[in-house]
T-cell receptor, first 113, second 109 residues
Framework: NAGVMQNPRHLVRRRGQEARLRCSPM?????VYWYRQLPEEGLKFMVY????????ESGMPKERFSAEFPKEGPSILRIQQVVRGDSAAYFC???????????FGAGTRLSVL | KQEVTQIPAALSVPEGENLVLNCSFT??????LQWFRQDPGKGLTSLLL?????REQTSGRLNASLDKSSGRSTLYIAASQPGDSATYLC????????FGAGTILRVKS
């Protein structure tokens, strides 16, 4: 059973470009969570999604950031018009319905030039 | 507001020492508490998960305890080795998973 898969592992974007981060949850998991780790800081919750629904987006910046988890395919975290301050590691986790344990992917490291 | 605090922020010890990392949390409505290890530039490795009904969990040289009444968890590492050098994160499950800022551990050979 493959773990949580994130791609790409590393992503380089220039200021103003769009970044798309993908997360495939573990098999049988229908809940996905995104976290951001800024340099020298801890992980901060961004958004919690179930299939086709955003459950909690209280940690998402108000502008430029969006997330989706479609019926088919991976969850996508999209950052429009990236700025240098978006440079961070973005981690995805998934859980099974009814279980309160999250399993983490290896992360995507976004560098904005 | 759910907050998790880890003390100390950094720790440097000689090889072979036993050590304790501390984690405190403000929300007593805890479900589970989990300890992770993170190596520089890497992802998270789950070390121990303590369910809310449990008081401790052990894995090899690691032992984690949970005291809900005092809002504390400790991670005990026995006979530390240079390979234990990493950042150790504790995280509390509540309405969402909240992480502490971590303890940076360096074990000197």
């Amino acid at each position: 059973n493959a773990g949580v898969m994130q791609n790409p592992r590393h992503l380089v974007r220039r200021r103003g470009q769009e970044a798309r981060l993908r997360c495939s949850p573990m098999k049988g998991h229908s809940h996905v969570y995104w976290y951001r780790q800024l340099p020298e800081e801890g992980l901060k919750f961004m958004v919690y999604l179930q299939k086709e629904n955003i459950i909690d987006e209280s940690g998402m910046p108000k502008e430029r950031f969006s997330a989706e988890f479609p019926k088919e395919g991976p969850s996508i975290l999209r950052i429009q018009q990236v700025v240098r301050g978006d440079s961070a590691a973005y981690f995805c986790a998934s859980s099974r319905s009814g279980e309160n344990i999250q399993y983490f992917g290896a992360g995507t490291r976004l560098s904005v030039l | 507001k759910q907050e998790v605090t880890q003390i100390p922020a950094a720790l440097s010890v000689p090889e072979g020492e036993n050590l304790v990392l501390n984690c405190s949390f403000t929300d007593s409505a805890i479900y589970n508490l989990q300890w992770f290890r993170q190596d520089p530039g890497k992802g998270l490795t789950s070390l121990l998960l303590i369910q809310s009904s449990q008081r401790e969990q052990t894995s090899g040289r690691l032992n984690a305890s949970l005291d809900k009444s005092s809002g504390r968890s400790t991670l005990y590492i026995a006979a530390s080795q240079p390979g234990d050098s990493a950042t150790y994160l504790c995280a509390q499950y509540g309405n969402k998973l909240v992480f502490g800022a971590g303890t940076i551990l360096r074990v000197k050979s």
